[in-house]
T-cell receptor, first 114, second 110 residues
Framework: DAGVTQSPTHLIKTRGQQVTLRCSPI?????VSWYQQVLGQGPQFIFQ???????GRGNFPDRFSARQFPNYSSELNVNALLLGDSALYLC?????????????FGSGTRLTVV | GNSVTQMEGPVTLSEEAFLTINCTYT??????LFWYVQYPGEGLQLLLK?????DKGSNKGFEATYRKETTSFHLEKGSVQVSDSAVYFC?????????FGAGTTVTVRA
């Protein structure tokens, strides 16, 4: 079975632009979470979606938004990019109600804002 | 909310040395606890977990015990290898959100 897949793996954007990152969870996993990992730090929670509904949101500005599709894949959108948005963006999935048993992470999308 | 504090690195060891990385947590309720590992240029891999007090998680020679009385979940390995060089993250969760420590970089020299 395929793991959590994310695309693209790398991208470079200019300040002020908008970006869309994509994530496909493990088959059967209905919950998708997004994390931001700035270089040298631990990942920070951005969103969790379950059954297309937002279950939780971290301390991120409204420039960050996400959605989940009927096939449980997800997109993370970031508008008006800032230099500080440069980071590794990680997607994680889990079975419903199984978050306490661990999440499976993708390899991430490395975003560089110049 | 939940938070995790882990030992700062970097940690440099010789092969076959004993490794321990300290981790303490604060939480409301009874979180599950995890250790994740991140190899250079990759995402996070779940190394081990414990879901309740006194549980011991173990995998690939690594162990950690959920200690409610000391709110700790220290990671240990008795004999490290060069291939264990990575960044290790302690994390806690209550249902939907993982809270991570800052990470500890471990380098094992041959």
């Amino acid at each position: 079975d395929a793991g959590v897949t994310q695309s693209p793996t790398h991208l470079i954007k200019t300040r002020g632009q908008q970006v869309t990152l994509r994530c496909s969870p493990i088959s059967g996993h209905k919950s998708v979470s997004w994390y931001q990992q700035v270089l040298g730090q631990g990942p920070q929670f951005i969103f969790q979606y379950y059954e297309k509904e937002e279950r939780g949101r971290g301390n991120f500005p409204d420039r960050f938004s996400a959605r989940q599709f009927p096939n449980y894949s997800s997109e993370l959108n970031v508008n008006a990019l800032l230099l500080g948005d440069s980071a590794l963006y990680l997607c994680a999935s889990s079975l419903p109600g199984q978050g306490n048993y661990g999440y499976t992470f993708g390899s991430g999308t490395r975003l560089t804002v110049v | 909310g939940n938070s995790v504090t882990q030992m700062e690195g970097p940690v440099t060891l010789s092969e076959e040395a004993f490794l321990t990385i300290n981790c303490t947590y604060t939480a409301t309720g009874y979180p599950s606890l995890f250790w994740y590992v991140q190899y250079p240029g990759e995402g996070l891999q779940l190394l081990l977990k414990a879901t309740k007090a006194d549980d011991k998680g173990s995998n690939k020679g690594f162990e950690a015990t959920y200690r409610k009385e000391t709110t700790s979940f220290h990671l240990e390995k008795g004999s490290v290898q060069v291939s264990d060089s990575a960044v290790y993250f302690c994390a806690s969760t209550n249902d939907y959100k993982l809270s991570f420590g800052a990470g500890t970089t471990v380098t094992v020299r041959a």
